[in-house]
């Protein structure tokens, strides 16, 4: 997976555990756990998610997927109790 931004390594551990949001639909489809430190990566991702993407998110986290949903039925922010806002990560507690 691609992060950023540019110069703000993500903070993620190798082990840590992840849900991806997929903020055009506005749900978390998968889990994931880290495998490695990120890695400063621009055309990787240019190459894999299109043109400039790198510039935006030069970022490469490997992680492995520890379950994934259809869309249709992955559970939302609010769901899971969670405010959202651009351009950052949450910790969720044991009840999330």
Known sequence: MSDGPPGRRPHYEIGD????????????????RV???SADLPRLVD??????????????THVKVLGAV????APTPHMLRIA????GHRRLDEES
Do not use: T
């Not at 259809?70 to 039925?73: A, E, L, Q, T």
């Not at 959202?84 to 351009?87: E, F, I, K, L, V």
């Open 17 to 32: 555990e992840l849900l991806l949001y997929d903020a055009s639909d506005k749900v978390f489809p998968a889990r994931v």
């Open 84 to 87: 959202m806002s651009q351009g």
């Open 35 to 37: 495998l490695a430190e």
């Open 47 to 60: 190459r894999e998610g299109g043109p400039g993407e790198g510039r935006r998110w030069p970022y490469v």
């Open 70 to 73: 259809d869309h249709s039925v």
